[in-house]
């Protein structure tokens, strides 16, 4: 069974910190890129990040550029978004994604999480 199960989310104060994790399960996690969107009630998704299979290669939203990183540990089956200097504008509901290549749409991954939310608020 797939599963891709996000954690780390929750509240944080302006200017804080937090790592979420995307655990991967069920398929050939070192062939597929890793994805995270997040979408903000009234608000249409948005891509944030992407990491390639072989973590050579990351995209970022310019939104998110220099405050967020992305990482992924084989061994765990594991990819991590780290978010720095977080803003109110980043609360969301994160969910990560699966596919082959990093795609800019989200219709272009293969499996999805059910995500988790993360609220930045003084």
């Known amino acids: 069974q797939v599963q891709l199960v996000e954690s780390g989310g929750g509240f944080v104060q302006p200017g804080g910190s937090l790592r979420l994790s995307c655990a991967a399960s069920?398929?050939?996690?070192?062939?597929?890129?890793i994805g995270w969107f997040r979408q903000a009630p009234g608000k249409e998704r948005e891509g944030v990040s992407c990491i390639s299979s072989s973590g050579g290669t990351t995209y970022f939203a310019d939104s998110v550029k220099g405050r967020f990183t992305v990482s992924r540990d084989s061994a765990k089956s594991t990819v991590y978004l780290q978010m720095n200097n977080l803003k109110p504008e980043d609360t969301a509901v994160y969910y990560c994604v699966a596919g082959l290549h990093c795609s800019g749409g989200y219709a272009g991954y293969t499996y999805w999480g059910q995500g988790t939310q993360v609220t930045v608020s003084a």
């Open positions: 069920g398929f050939a996690f070192d062939y597929y890129a």
